[in-house]
């Protein structure tokens, strides 16, 4: 039994030297350097090539080394074996401090006092408490439901947007597409946190920006993205930044990744851009992770947060 580690831009043999101090028995080949996948019952993924993973012939279990599975679930020959995200605690906890640290640079305006600073201006802007302003966490999956109960500790007037019911304390919850109209027109700076799927993409457009509210210090409405970039239309984004609608965005993820040097996104006076970083897993943790499920897997355990095909996530 043996392990292939297939992650393209990432360094194979760290992954290797990291799984082998804790498991040192196991078998661990790379792609692409293997040339026999024959006894490989695992493979372990960050955007493997299409068709890899069919030409696996043992194959049992894909683990994705990501929380969002839309590149692996874009290969349409991705066998039909069990697909198992990373769900990590430190992942969840790196993503909420960002989500936060972002809501706060906004709600207590520090663009603008970077402005004032760089020109030399001392001048106190009216700053209303927390609770005066609405953020709305659209996914309240694992990342979500926390981003937004840290927030919520904060002080803000917290709801959350879903597909199915949900009901968490003290978080406005909404969901579906009838939930959608009410949770925007409360929400000040909106934080999407949902995965790419047939239903979510280019959710985010003009239409969506146009539902939120703008009557706030912020001089309108906030979108924070972390999600995936598809989730969003770029063009729309940018055309309510310039009508007034968006008075700012945080954008962490991008229709395209690398962003490309051309892009208006990097220069924008209303635009922070961080390159898809709000987030990123402690690889031992999830080299351990991996191998718990694999040794509860072996002793006839089930698998834990194991993707939906048909939903995308
Ligand atoms: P989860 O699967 O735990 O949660 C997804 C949430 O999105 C759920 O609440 C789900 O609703 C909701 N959702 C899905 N489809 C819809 C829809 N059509 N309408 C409304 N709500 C919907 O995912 P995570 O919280 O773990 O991760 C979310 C995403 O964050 C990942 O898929 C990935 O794309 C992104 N990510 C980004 C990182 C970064 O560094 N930028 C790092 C890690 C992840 P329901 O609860 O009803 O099922
Ligand atoms: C992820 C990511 O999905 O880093 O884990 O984007």
Request: with cysteine; proline share 7%.
């Amino acid at each position: 039994m043996s392990i292939l580690i297939a992650a393209p831009d990432w360094n194979s043999a760290d992954w290797v030297e990291r799984f082998r101090k804790l498991a040192p028995a196991l078998e661990y080949r790379t792609w692409p350097e293997a040339t026999d996948y024959a006894g490989a019952r695992y493979a372990v993924c960050w955007q493997p090539p299409h068709g890899l993973l069919a030409e696996l012939p043992d194959l049992d279990v894909m683990f994705s080394l990501g929380a969002g599975v839309d590149a692996m679930l874009r290969d349409p020959d991705l066998p039909d074996k069990p697909l198992v995200r990373i769900v990590d605690p430190s992942l969840t906890g790196r993503m909420t401090e960002w989500v936060v640290l972002q809501v706060l640079m906004h709600h207590r305006l520090q663009r603008v006092y970077d402005a004032q600073q760089r020109d030399k201006v001392w001048e106190e802007i009216p700053q209303p408490a927390a609770d005066a302003v609405g953020v709305g966490v659209m996914g309240l999956g694992v990342l979500g439901r926390d981003a937004a109960e840290k927030l919520k500790q904060l002080g803000f007037d917290v709801a959350g947007w879903s597909r199915t019911e949900k009901d968490i304390p003290s978080i406005a919850c909404y969901h579906g597409s009838d939930g959608l109209k009410p949770f925007l027109a409360r929400t000040d700076i909106l934080v999407a946190l949902l995965p790419l799927t047939p239903d979510t993409e280019g959710l985010i457009d003009r239409q969506l920006l146009s539902g939120l509210r703008t009557d706030n210090h912020m001089g309108g409405a906030v979108l924070i993205n972390a999600g995936r970039g598809r989730l969003q239309v770029e063009a729309d984004i940018l055309q309510a930044l310039a009508e007034g609608n968006l008075s700012g965005a945080t954008l962490d993820v991008f229709q395209q990744e690398p962003l490309p040097q051309e892009s208006p996104f990097w220069t924008h006076p209303k635009v922070t851009v961080t390159p898809h970083i709000a987030a990123v897993s402690d690889p031992d943790y999830l080299c351990g992770y991996i191998l718990r499920q694999i040794e509860a897997y072996e002793a006839g355990h089930p698998l834990e947060n194991v993707v939906d095909r048909k939903l995308g996530y």
